[in-house]
T-cell receptor
Framework: DAGVIQSPRHEVTEMGQEVTLRCKPI?????LFWYRQTMMRGLELLIY????????DSGMPEDRFSAKMPNASFSTLKIQPSEPRDSAVYFC????????????FGPGTRLTVL | GENVEQHPSTLSVQEGDSAVIKCTYS??????FPWYKQELGKRPQLIID?????GEKKDQRIAVTLNKTAKHFSLHITETQPEDSAVYFC??????????FGAGTILRVKS
């Protein structure tokens, strides 16, 4: 099993540019989560999907952030326009729906906005 | 919504000693409490979890205890080894399958 796949692994961009992060969940998993990790705010949930449907996006910081899951094997997180304060590690995780199921994290995308 | 507090923020122990990390949660409806370990530059990985109908769970050198009345749960690592050095996160499942994480504890095991 390849695990959760994220791309790119590192992204350096300039303020104002559009950034798209990509995630492929573990095959068979039907829940997908996007997290952001910073020293100041820790590990925070941005949005999650069940069966490709967004369930809770209350963690999305502002309208500059958007996420989609067009099918069971792909999701994107887009930031437009990007700002220096968006610099962080973004993790995608997947699991089976229902409580008590382990969330498996991807390797993360380290985003730096100059 | 759920709020999870974690203490201490940093913990240094001598190799072979025990380490204890404590978390409290606010929502009495939370029913699942996992612990994740994150090594430097790596992804968080589950090390142990406990459900609300269980008071204690053990897996080799790692154990977790849960006090539902007091709304707190703890991670216990015995006979610590240098490879236990990492950041540890507790979490509580608020509803559905949404996890709320604590701020993390940096554990340093000195050899």
């Amino acid at each position: 099993d390849a695990g959760v796949i994220q791309s790119p692994r590192h992204e350096v961009t300039e303020m104002g540019q559009e950034v798209t992060l990509r995630c492929k969940p573990i095959s068979g998993h039907n829940s997908l989560f996007w997290y952001r990790q910073t020293m100041m705010r820790g590990l925070e949930l941005l949005i999650y999907f069940n069966n490709n449907v967004p369930i809770d996006d209350s963690g999305m910081p502002e309208d500059r952030f958007s996420a989609k899951m067009p099918n069971a094997s792909f999701s994107t997180l887009k930031i437009q326009p990007s700002e220096p304060r968006d610099s962080a590690v973004y993790f995608c995780a997947s699991s089976l729906i229902a409580s008590f199921n382990e969330q498996f994290f991807g390797p993360g995308t380290r985003l730096t906005v100059l | 919504g759920e709020n999870v507090e974690q203490h201490p923020s940093t913990l240094s122990v001598q190799e072979g000693d025990s380490a204890v990390i404590k978390c409290t949660y606010s929502d009495s409806a939370s029913n699942y409490f996992p612990w994740y370990k994150q090594e430097l530059g790596k992804r968080p990985q589950l090390i142990i979890d406990i459900r609300s109908n269980v008071g204690e769970k053990k897996d080799q050198r790692i154990a977790v205890t849960l006090n539902k009345t007091a709304k707190h749960f703890s991670l216990h690592i015995t006979e610590t080894q240098p490879e236990d050095s990492a950041v540890y996160f507790c979490a509580a499942m608020e509803y559905g399958n949404k996890l709320v994480f604590g701020a993390g504890t940096i554990l340093r095991v000195k050899s």
